[in-house]
């Protein structure tokens, strides 16, 4: 299911059209002309902001990146099983590391030093408040695409988490940017499904590796899953004639308004400090998801197929079942964080992660994948809460700066949640147990959404203006 058969299923989940090409809004937010006497409304403020649909083509073109970030990023996941086996030594004992091939420990590290690495992202999404949203959204994918495939020819494990600790930053500001541009293209009405959007891009480009892995069998390996990053790198000029510059981020740096050219941040990755409390809360709760997300997502493959005994195509199925259920999460998801509020959205999606968490470690066959689709669902209805209130909390100077900080962030929780996964499983030599330590103090901290601003039916010029 790609983006465009995704944004009808949206559309009709309403019953409501939103493929207008275009709309106007000046900057006060409103629709059409700024009032009369309004302060606002001398020549450079008054200027319309076109917005497009959130099916128009340049959306669609954003989404088609996240899609294939998704496919090279999620790469290392979906193939860590036969990365363990060829690198490692399997045996005929009980013990993770006879039946995985390494032990937790050390797919632990070499996970976290992948994630970590994604640290490297913030001023890669930094930059796109400097030079562009386009510009740097074209380089980093391509760039990220690249080393996922030179990642095929692999010598050795380490050589393997080297290479995705490079590529990683760039597929992962990637991902940054394109919520960002999702949230500046549109107004509030289609902000949440435009996100949705970016989101179901990523999951189909991620599902793609593990379907291709089923598909394929033994045959493959993960020196030819890597390789076929080659595809979607070809097909990035394609790309580059859809992609536009946000106009809201053109108006910024228009030489003819010099007061928001100059609101930019004079150092890079700062922001300023009215904004530091909420953008640190906002980090807590990165932290606090990515904890979870990290070790439950990444450590999947490796468990259900090395130590519970499951099938590739058990497995492919798994990701299969993954597509549907993953967009009802994004159509709940999207339709509470416009109804019901972006905080309560994503507060009670949050602490549900955490228990799907917790059932799909629990043991069997039938609880990974109960656990596993559970997650899916929550988590697509997470994404579109969370993404449209973090960029409709910050101005349009910032806002790629911060996207930056809140995946560093979750690159923090997600290394922190993979290294102390890793060592509860070897010291306790049970994946249920670990997981049931990592996930059931993150329930805690969804009562921090609480302290944030409700933006639901606020245009971005009203919720965070420059």
């Known amino acids: 299911m790609g983006p465009p058969l995704l944004s009808l299923a949206l559309e009709c989940v309403d019953g409501n059209p939103t493929s207008r090409a275009t709309s106007d809004l000046t900057s006060t937010g409103a629709t059409g002309p700024s009032p009369p006497g309004d302060p606002g409304a001398d020549a450079s403020s008054a200027r319309r902001v076109r917005l497009h649909g959130w099916r128009h083509p340049a959306i669609l073109a954003v989404g088609a990146a996240t899609v294939a970030a998704g496919f090279a990023q999620f790469g290392a996941t979906t193939a860590l099983g036969d990365v363990a086996h060829a690198f490692g030594e399997t045996g005929g004992g009980t013990s993770t590391v006879a039946r995985v091939g390494l032990s ?33 959204l074209l380089g980093c994918v391509s760039g990220g695409l690249a080393v996922t495939a030179l990642a095929a020819l692999s010598p050795g494990y380490w050589w393997f988490v080297a290479l995705f600790a490079v590529g990683r930053p760039m597929l992962t500001a990637t991902n940054a940017i394109a919520v960002v541009v999702a949230a500046e293209e549109t107004e509030t009405r289609d902000r949440a499904k435009a996100i949705a959007l970016m989101t179901a891009g990523y999951g189909i480009g991620a599902g793609l590796t593990a379907l291709i892995r089923g598909v394929a069998g033994e045959g493959l390996g993960f020196r030819g899953l890597f390789a076929l990053a080659l595809v979607p790198l070809a097909a990035v000029p394609l790309l580059a004639r859809r992609l536009e510059e946000p106009d809201r981020y053109q108006r910024l740096r228009a030489a003819k308004d ?31 998801i990515a904890f979870v997300t990290g070790p439950m997502n990444t450590f999947l493959f490796v468990y259900a197929e090395n130590a519970l005994g499951m099938s590739r195509s058990s497995t492919a199925a798994m990701v299969l079942a993954a597509a549907p259920v993953g967009l009802a999460g994004l159509l ?10 972006r905080r309560a959205t994503a507060a009670s999606a949050q602490a549900l992660v955490a228990l799907a968490g917790i059932l799909t470690y629990s043991g069997s066959r039938a609880a990974v994948a109960a656990g596993y689709l559970a997650a899916v669902l929550v988590a697509s209805a997470y994404a579109p809460a969370i993404g449209a209130l973090g960029s409709e909390l910050f101005p349009t100077s910032v806002r790629a700066t911060v996207a930056g900080w809140l995946v ?14 890793g060592l509860l499983t070897d010291a306790l030599d049970s994946f249920a147990t670990a997981a049931v ?17 409700e933006t639901r039916g606020l245009e971005l010029e009203q919720s965070a203006p420059d």
């Open 437 to 453: 330590l990592i996930c059931a103090p993150v329930v805690l901290t969804c009562v921090l959404f609480a302290r944030l601003p």
């Open 258 to 288: 010099p007061q928001l050219a100059n609101a930019r941040p004079a150092v890079l990755g700062r922001v300023r400090a009215d904004l530091r409390p909420r953008l640190l809360l906002l980090a807590v709760l990165a932290f606090a």
């Open 408 to 421: 560093a962030a979750g690159v923090l929780g997600a290394v922190a949640g993979l290294i102390t996964f």
């Open 104 to 136: 937790g420990t050390t797919l632990g590290i070499g996970l976290a030093v992948v994630r970590l690495a994604s640290l490297a992202s913030l001023p890669l999404a930094a930059l796109a408040d400097r030079h562009g949203r386009r510009r740097m």
């Open 332 to 341: 709940i998801g999207r339709w509470a964080a416009d109804r019901l509020g």
